[in-house]
Each structure stands twice: as structure tokens, then as C-alpha cells.
């Protein structure tokens, strides 16, 4: 384990432990894009407390946060050491007090996430993968467990997670016609809230498949490492490689990719 690893992963860690002082409290509550894009103190909180952390230890590093408290609003390609931070990913699960949301920070070098870690507090689950070392799960301090994806060998023995836009109401391209094609399809769709803890349950073999589409490169940074290094597939919805650009994410364990994504080449938004 690298010394820049070790860094975040104490660094979600103490996030995590910050969120939870916050959890009970009474919410100071703002908007952003919609009115049910929400914003908490405690959303700036953690991202002040790993902001500080990334600029005191790497302060040569460049930061994309959720919150804009970094250095970047959009992701610019080839920044040689690109940290992406998500301090409260499930900010409305958080908010009423549904326990599923996490800290999910990862560390890009050109373009290509190379660290990504994943931390749930409330389970202390904490997910890590670094690039060509697997990924790996450590629970309760059990001092970790390598993660393979699942064998589920096709769609109808599959369960798989996905998520909405913020934006659902006002955008024709809002995943209800990819969710419809696919509930019949699929043995379930859950709908958590928090898409990087859907990702790290792709990685565990918990779930089978996710997609997603219209996040930002935060929502996605960290997952999509620990789906590649557990043995998975991370592809757009039309296969193409994922990057730190696109809008949208099929991630699964590789056997049933092509037939999910065969199920949304033929969906036509607002009509199968």
C-alpha cells in the first residue's frame, strides 16, 4: 500500500467520522441545481476537512469537488495529479436519515483514475483500489479482503442498482425508459441514492450491474476503479471506454455487459 493510498484512506476515514458527529443533528439545508439537489453543512464540512487535507500534503495536486471548494469546476484532461472529491455522496439519503451514503475520494493522474477509495461509516466499510493492485474491502478494521465481481452468467439472474437525475422532471433522457426496459429483464433494480456505494457493491459481488447517467466525474471516479480492479466492465451505455468526461456509466462483472447493454441500444427515451 502506497503512502499517497494510506493518505486518503485515513483522510475518508476521519470525513466519515466528521458526517456521523453531524448525523443527528438538525439540517441547515440549501439547493443547487433543483429543489431536491441538496446541500448540508455537513456536505461542507467533510469537504473543507479533505480539501485541507489534499492542499496540506500535496499542495502541487489539483482539486474537483463537489461542493467547489477545489480548484476546478469541470474536469480538464491531462492534469498530471487530479484529486475527485465527493464528501457526502447520498446527500438527500443523509439528510432524512436514510443510512446509505459514503465519502468517496479518488486520485486521477492524466486522466486516469489511478486511486479510488470508498468509505460507509455507518456499516465502516471501506472500499480502496489502486490501479494494478485489485480492490479490496476493509470491514470493521478486519485489515481487508480482496473483492471479485459476481458470476451471475445472465440478466434475468441479475441484480442490478441505477439512480435518477436531480433534473429527472425536466429532461427527456431521464433513465425511466432504460429503467423500464430493464426491471422486466433483470431479477432486481434497486435504487439506493449513492452511486458510489453501487459501484463498490459491483465490486464486492453484492450487485451484478449498475448504470447511470447525467452524474458528475466525482459521483464516478472512485467506482470505476474498484469495478476494473475487481474484474469488471466499465463502459458508456452505447460501449464505448469510460472516461472522466462522459455522462453516463454501465459498469457490471463483465458477463452480462453486453446483454444490459443490448437492452438499451433498443430503448427509445420515452418508448421500448
Given at each position: 500500500?502506497t503512502?499517497v493510498l494510506?493518505?486518503?484512506?485515513?483522510?475518508?476515514?476521519?470525513?466519515?467520522?466528521?458526517?456521523?458527529?453531524?448525523?443527528?443533528?438538525?439540517?441547515?439545508?440549501?439547493?443547487?441545481?433543483?429543489v431536491?439537489d441538496?446541500?448540508?453543512e455537513?456536505d461542507?464540512?467533510?469537504?473543507?476537512?479533505?480539501?485541507?487535507a489534499?492542499?496540506?500534503r500535496?499542495?502541487?495536486h489539483?482539486?474537483q469537488?463537489?461542493?467547489?471548494l477545489?480548484?476546478?469546476?469541470?474536469?480538464?484532461?491531462?492534469?498530471?495529479?487530479?484529486?475527485l472529491?465527493d464528501?457526502?455522496?447520498g446527500?438527500?439519503?443523509?439528510?432524512?436519515?436514510?443510512?446509505?451514503?459514503?465519502?468517496?475520494?479518488?486520485?486521477?493522474?492524466a486522466?486516469?483514475?489511478?486511486?479510488?477509495?470508498a468509505y460507509d461509516?455507518?456499516?465502516?466499510?471501506?472500499?480502496?483500489?489502486?490501479?494494478?493492485?485489485g480492490?479490496?474491502l476493509?470491514?470493521?478494521?478486519?485489515?481487508?479482503?480482496?473483492l471479485?465481481?459476481s458470476?451471475a452468467p445472465?440478466?434475468?439472474?441479475?441484480?442490478?442498482?441505477?439512480?435518477f437525475?436531480?433534473?429527472?422532471?425536466?429532461l427527456?433522457?431521464?433513465?425511466?425508459?432504460?429503467?423500464n426496459a430493464a426491471?422486466p429483464?433483470?431479477q432486481g433494480?434497486?435504487?439506493?441514492g449513492?452511486a458510489?456505494l453501487?459501484l463498490a457493491?459491483?465490486a464486492?459481488?453484492?450487485?451484478?450491474?449498475?448504470?447511470?447517467?447525467?452524474?458528475?466525474?466525482?459521483?464516478?471516479?472512485a467506482?470505476?476503479?474498484?469495478?476494473?480492479?475487481?474484474g469488471?466492465?466499465?463502459?458508456t451505455?452505447?460501449?464505448r471506454?469510460w472516461?472522466?468526461?462522459?455522462?453516463n456509466m454501465a459498469?457490471t462483472?463483465?458477463?452480462?455487459h453486453?446483454?444490459?447493454l443490448?437492452?438499451?441500444r433498443h430503448t427509445?427515451v420515452?418508448?421500448?
Amino acid at each position: 500500500m502506497t503512502a499517497v493510498l494510506e493518505f486518503a484512506l485515513d483522510t475518508a476515514r476521519r470525513a466519515g467520522r466528521l458526517l456521523c458527529e453531524f448525523a443527528d443533528r438538525q439540517h441547515t439545508i440549501g439547493h443547487k441545481s433543483t429543489v431536491i439537489d441538496l446541500v448540508t453543512e455537513a456536505d461542507l464540512a467533510s469537504e473543507r476537512l479533505i480539501v485541507d487535507a489534499i492542499r496540506t500534503r500535496f499542495p502541487d495536486h489539483t482539486i474537483q469537488s463537489e461542493e467547489g471548494l477545489g480548484d476546478l469546476g469541470t474536469v480538464v484532461p491531462g492534469v498530471p495529479h487530479l484529486w475527485l472529491v465527493d464528501p457526502l455522496d447520498g446527500t438527500v439519503n443523509y439528510a432524512h436519515r436514510y443510512p446509505m451514503w459514503a465519502v468517496s475520494l479518488a486520485l486521477a493522474e492524466a486522466g486516469k483514475v489511478v486511486i479510488g477509495v470508498a468509505y460507509d461509516p455507518l456499516r465502516d466499510e471501506i472500499f480502496w483500489a489502486e490501479r494494478g493492485q485489485g480492490a479490496w474491502l476493509d470491514c470493521r478494521g478486519n485489515g481487508g479482503a480482496r473483492l471479485q465481481v459476481s458470476t451471475a452468467p445472465r440478466l434475468q439472474q441479475a441484480l442490478l442498482a441505477t439512480g435518477f437525475p436531480y433534473r429527472l422532471a425536466f429532461l427527456a433522457d431521464n433513465n425511466l425508459a432504460e429503467f423500464n426496459a430493464a426491471v422486466p429483464r433483470a431479477q432486481g433494480v434497486r435504487r439506493a441514492g449513492a452511486a458510489v456505494l453501487d459501484l463498490a457493491h459491483v465490486a464486492a459481488g453484492r450487485l451484478d450491474g449498475y448504470w447511470e447517467k447525467h452524474l458528475q466525474p466525482w459521483d464516478w471516479a472512485a467506482g470505476w476503479l474498484l469495478v476494473e480492479e475487481a474484474g469488471g466492465t466499465v463502459t458508456t451505455l452505447d460501449g464505448r471506454p469510460w472516461s472522466l468526461q462522459e455522462n453516463n456509466m454501465a459498469a457490471t462483472n463483465g458477463l452480462i455487459h453486453d446483454e444490459l447493454l443490448n437492452v438499451f441500444r433498443h430503448t427509445v427515451v420515452g418508448k421500448e
